[in-house]
């Protein structure tokens, strides 16, 4: 089975994540074929907006765990990397429509989408200090920037579980829409931009992420340097230990990795 899924309608092009059985849980070849999928389509003068969405009950509930302890991202060359630039570059609307669970980067995503609409089932979460680890993405300058420096302490620091009508009210969501609306009002939006001028459409986006972009991707540089060294800590350690076991975890037991 395809973990991902793609479907041009019109000049819509719609990007489905494709593991309904473990909630859309992204591996790392995910993070290369979403990267793969928006380098072709930022080419492509058939496609003038991607809609993102996820199979299912769920978005995505984050990164598989298992996948992404065998294979953690390092400082250098990775596929969330390659992810991360190709969002950050694509000068076409990115449109993303959310239901069931969004966390870790399920929500962290939804920085680089223009709209998102999210379904009144939606939970959102990004749990990186719960698992030892530090914000990825580039949200760490991309959140606040979105929803304002208090708000993204909450979510970022405390981890803190929210609805959508928190992630509404602070400005990470579009809209919210009963769940059996939420993908067609999603589409809608993608048509709707999909019969403006490209070239108008391409040139304003690049206004509006023009200084945004370069700290967009300061901040994911600083990240990574960070996330390599802490998903290696003996507190990520005990994090994931705890995790697989199905455990509280203890970090008073193990010694911080300043």
């Known amino acids: 089975m395809n973990e991902i899924l793609t479907e041009q309608s019109g000049s819509v092009l719609k990007v489905q994540l494709n593991r309904p059985a473990k909630k859309n849980a992204i591996t790392t070849a995910m993070y290369v074929a979403l990267a793969e999928i928006l380098e072709k389509a930022g080419k492509d003068d058939a496609t003038s907006v991607v809609l993102i969405h996820g199979a299912g009950d769920s978005f995505t509930a984050g990164n598989d765990l298992e996948d992404f302890v065998k294979n953690p991202p390092g400082p250098g060359d990775s596929p969330q990397l390659r992810l991360f630039a190709a969002l950050n570059g694509f000068d076409k609307p990115i449109v993303a429509a959310v239901h069931g669970f969004a966390v870790g980067i399920g929500t962290t995503i939804l920085v680089h989408c223009d709209f998102v609409y999210a379904g009144e089932s939606a939970r959102f979460a990004t749990p990186f200090v719960d698992l030892a680890l530090v914000p990825e993405m580039g949200s760490s300058y991309g959140l606040p920037a979105l929803v304002g420096r208090r708000a993204a302490a909450e ?55 023009r200084t945004r972009r370069e700290r967009l991707a300061e901040a994911f540089q600083s990240e990574v340097e960070e996330f390599a060294v802490r998903v290696r800590s003996p507190e990520a350690k005990e994090a994931f230990d705890a995790f697989f076991h199905k455990r509280q975890p203890d970090f008073t037991k193990v010694k911080a990795t300043p």
Not at 167 to 194: C, I, N, R, W, Y
Not at 197 to 208: F, M, T, V
């Open 155 to 209: 979510l970022l620091l405390l981890g803190t579980r929210f609805d959508a009508a928190r992630a509404e009210q602070v400005g990470l969501v579009t809209a919210t829409v009963p769940d059996d609306t939420f993908l067609e009002k999603a589409m809608h939006a993608a048509q709707k931009l999909s019969e403006k001028p490209l070239g108008a459409l391409i040139a304003s986006k690049r206004q509006l992420k």
